[in-house]
């Protein structure tokens, strides 16, 4: 009987934990999943000898984890000038919703703020070095020491980068709004929509909402965003709910209360909301179907 490798059991413990850091980097899980495949192949392209010098290997993994994700962040911003459309982060249901190839726990991502479409929209108006700096400190708590190692400044410079994106959050951030009211407000406007009500509509918006949909080129969407009540109500109104065979349903959408859009027993949208009391402020409508592959068929 072969015995299990106490080594190789710490260091596959670490995968949940650079799944999360990296998803929360990117806002992508396909680009999240490479990052950790490309961590691990680094991890094991090293000699015996020279993983045994490591002392502490996840912090090791996660060193190569962010400094890789710093890297694509450089990148990114020139690949989604080319993208067709709006590019928004990728929506996350409840684990327990996740699609069935993708059950492991070690896969899946933890719901709190940090991964609120809302937050993770901010993070993509930081630069690279303010998003690794402010994620890795103010979310996963490690030391302006160690991040320093990441992005390659001083520590005094990261805490400086983590400040500037503080600011940034609490320029955007609204309000905190109780998650029962938000369902609440969801569920209003879900109803007003299947009944193509654009007055209840818009009385669930605030005047100065906006609504984005990502259709990645693949699928129709709005090619720019939709600004103001009326013109967002007028909208989805417009919009062909219900079809046959369409259904909406309130799901938990990246973990505040949204709406999963069905198709014939699959996902083809996912629309994630901002509140502030009582009004909607944004909706993010993904509808590009790469996006949606972690959600249940």
């Not at 710093?70 to 249901?93: M, T």
């Not at 901010?122 to 979310?139: G, I, K, Q, Y």
Request: proline share 7%.
């Amino acid at each position: 009987m072969t015995t299990p490798d106490p080594g190789l059991s710490a260091i596959m413990g670490e995968r949940r934990q650079l799944i999360n850091v990296a998803y929360r980097l990117l806002g992508s899980l396909a680009d999240a999943e490479d990052v950790v495949q490309e961590t691990y192949a680094r991890w094991y392209a090293m000699t015996p000898a020279q993983r045994e010098a490591i002392v502490s290997p996840g912090a090791w993994l996660t060193t190569v984890a962010g400094r890789v994700c710093l890297d694509l962040l450089g990148s990114a911003r020139a690949r989604r000038e080319r993208y067709v459309g709006e590019w928004i982060p990728e929506p996350l249901p409840e684990p327990a919703e996740w699609a069935g190839g993708r059950a492991d726990p070690a896969e899946r991502i933890t719901l709190d703020e940090s991964v609120t479409m809302a937050f993770l929209v901010v993070l993509e108006s930081m630069t690279p070095a303010e998003r690794v700096a402010f994620v890795l400190h103010d979310v996963f708590r490690y030391s302006f020491a160690e991040v320093a190692g990441i992005v390659g400044r001083t520590p005094a410079a990261c805490r400086q980068l983590a400040s500037s994106a503080r600011r940034r959050l609490r320029v955007t951030r609204s309000p905190a709004t109780p998650v029962a009211r938000r369902a609440r407000v969801v569920r209003d406007f879900k109803r007003a929509w299947e009944a193509k009500d654009i007055d209840a509509l818009i009385g669930l918006l605030a005047a100065d909402a906006t609504a984005t949909g990502d259709g990645g080129g693949l699928v129709s969407a709005a090619p720019h965003p939709v600004e103001g009540a009326e013109p967002i109500a007028r909208f989805f109104a417009g919009l062909v709910v219900p079809a046959p065979g369409l259904t909406i349903l309130e799901r938990t959408v990246s973990g505040q209360p949204g709406l999963v859009a069905r198709l014939d027993g699959g996902t083809v949208g996912v629309l994630a909301f901002d509140v502030a009391g009582d009004r909607i402020t944004r909706i993010w409508a993904v509808l590009n179907p790469d996006k949606l592959r972690t959600w249940s068929l």
